[in-house]
């Protein structure tokens, strides 16, 4: 195995298109995670969803709700099907982490899986983005595969990929260090219906930007 067999993140999910959808469709937390956002946010909420994929189930079911939802997604494949799938939403080709918004321009964002294949600092970067994007009171759903892994070469739907993540625990707090209150954290072990798909880890964080920013005191 060497460095050339490995992808990129835009790479593997112009790769995989469609068959993603098949195979990781409905996990349990990301379903919980809409459910919550659709209990928690006001009429017509803007709500950012960064690596928005195939736009289902999260776009869909926020803008089927009436939210004006923007998905970001790095891979050009994702966003023409997320385009098709969820005409009611919007959708841009572009890495996260050189997005740009207006402070407290969002009522939420949710971010499920997108931090996998990006630096530790890189991550971090974009959660202090998100708290200032954020409204005071705005919700930050987040959902990721919780393992203690830095750049390690791990297999995903039979292509080899580099994978960086952080424990429960580490990524609770660096959530927290971005300025978030954590309402509640969920984990499950979930089984995708594909060949070449092991059974993996999820973990959903639940957090609000603080309605006053206790840390200007
Ligand atoms: C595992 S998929 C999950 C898709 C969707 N959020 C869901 O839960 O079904 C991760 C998505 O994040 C996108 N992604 C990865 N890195 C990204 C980045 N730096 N900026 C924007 N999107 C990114 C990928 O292209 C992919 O569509």
Redesign the pocket.
């Known amino acids: 195995m060497t460095d050339r067999e490995t992808v990129t993140?835009?790479q593997?999910?112009d790769e995989i298109g469609a068959g993603?959808?098949a195979a990781?469709g409905r996990?349990p937390v990301?379903d919980a995670a809409v459910r919550e956002l659709l209990a928690a946010l006001p009429e017509h909420a803007r709500v950012l969803?960064?690596?928005?994929?195939?736009g289902?189930?999260?776009a869909a079911g926020l803008t089927a709700a009436g939210h004006r939802v923007t998905g970001?997604?790095?891979?050009a494949e994702?966003v023409r099907i997320a385009r098709e799938q969820v005409p009611g939403a919007q959708f841009h080709q572009?890495?996260?982490?050189s997005f740009t918004s207006p402070e407290a321009s969002w009522d939420a964002v949710?971010a499920?899986?997108?931090?996998?294949?990006?630096p530790r600092r890189d991550t971090e970067s974009v959660l202090a983005a998100i708290a200032r994007w954020l409204v005071p009171g705005g919700r930050f759903s987040l959902?990721t595969v919780p393992h203690d892994l830095e750049d390690a070469l791990v297999e995903f739907l039979g292509r080899s990929l580099r994978l960086t993540s952080f424990a429960p625990d580490d990524l609770i707090a660096r959530v927290r260090d971005a300025g978030f209150e954590v309402l509640a954290t969920r984990s499950e072990v979930f089984a995708p219906d594909q060949p070449g798909a092991e059974p993996e880890e999820h973990l959903l964080i639940s957090a609000r930007k603080p309605v006053a920013d206790l840390r200007r005191g």
């Not at 970001?72 to 891979?75: C, I």
Request: with cysteine; net charge negative.
């Open positions: 993140a835009a593997l999910f993603y959808e990781f996990p990301v969803d960064i690596g928005s994929g195939t289902r189930p999260a970001l997604d790095v891979s994702m572009v890495d996260v982490r949710c499920f899986f997108p931090f996998l294949q990006m959902i």
